[in-house]
């Protein structure tokens, strides 16, 4: 079966860091792009990151350039988004997609929650 | 980055209706445009990539049209499996941007 398992998410206070891990199973994971999309409560999508298959290309929203940095481990079959500097804003529940035809998201993760607060 | 905009923001329908959510792009972004169907407490599902081909295992009551600007998502028989949030995402050009999203409820 084709999966993405996100993991990572938690309670962090403003300023502070966390890495999120997205694993991958059921298809050849260095064949695909892929991204990361967040959702705050209640709101609609954002998308936040882009790696090719190679990690030769990445792409950020300005909502978090400077701040997240993908990455991704072929031999592991794992995505992560290190994300420093947090603020009250990057509380979302944050998913990792899986690049398909014509830069569409066809398989995501079930999510993983971060709280940023004091 | 290109705005993606959608109407109406939310619609009330019935069993067996149809309904239509339309898209408009900023600006022209060829058929670099997908749609995804969200529901509560569950992540987006691909229901449409490159403005009109099915994804594999959706159901043939959703289509999509529409290049350039302007597109459309169409459910031609509501069924109650569909009441949920429609998002349609441009993927012409990096940052990605997602609609608003579509609220399609039970009248």
């Known amino acids: 079966e084709v999966q993405l398992v996100e993991s990572g998410g938690g309670l962090v206070q403003p300023g502070n860091s966390l890495r999120l891990s997205c694993a991958a199973s059921g298809f050849t994971f260095s064949s695909y792009n892929m991204n990361w999309v967040r959702q705050a409560p209640g709101k609609g999508l954002e998308w936040l990151s882009y790696i090719s298959s190679s990690s030769s290309t990445i792409y950020y929203a300005d909502s978090v350039k400077g701040r997240f940095t993908i990455s991704r481990d072929n031999a592991k079959s794992a995505l992560y988004l290190q994300m420093n500097s947090l603020k009250a804003e990057d509380t979302a529940v944050y998913y990792c997609?899986?690049?398909?035809?014509?830069?569409?998201?066809?398989?995501w993760g079930q999510g993983t929650t971060v709280t940023v607060s004091s | 980055d290109i705005q993606m905009t959608q109407s109406p923001s939310s619609v009330s329908a019935s069993i067996g209706d149809r309904v239509t959510i339309t898209c408009r792009a900023r600006q022209g972004i060829s058929s670099w445009l997908a749609w995804y169907q969200q529901k509560p407490g569950k992540a987006p599902n691909l229901l449409i990539y490159a403005a009109s081909s099915l994804q594999s295992g959706v159901p043939s009551r959703f289509s999509g049209s529409g290049s350039g600007t302007d597109f459309t998502l169409s459910i031609s028989s509501l069924q109650p499996e569909d009441f949920a949030t429609y998002y349609c995402?441009?993927?012409?050009?990096?940052?990605?941007?997602f609609g608003p999203g579509t609220k399609v409820d039970i009248k």
């Open positions: 997609a899986r690049g398909y035809s014509s830069s569409s998201m066809d398989v």
């Open positions: 995402q441009q993927a012409n050009s990096f940052p990605f941007t």
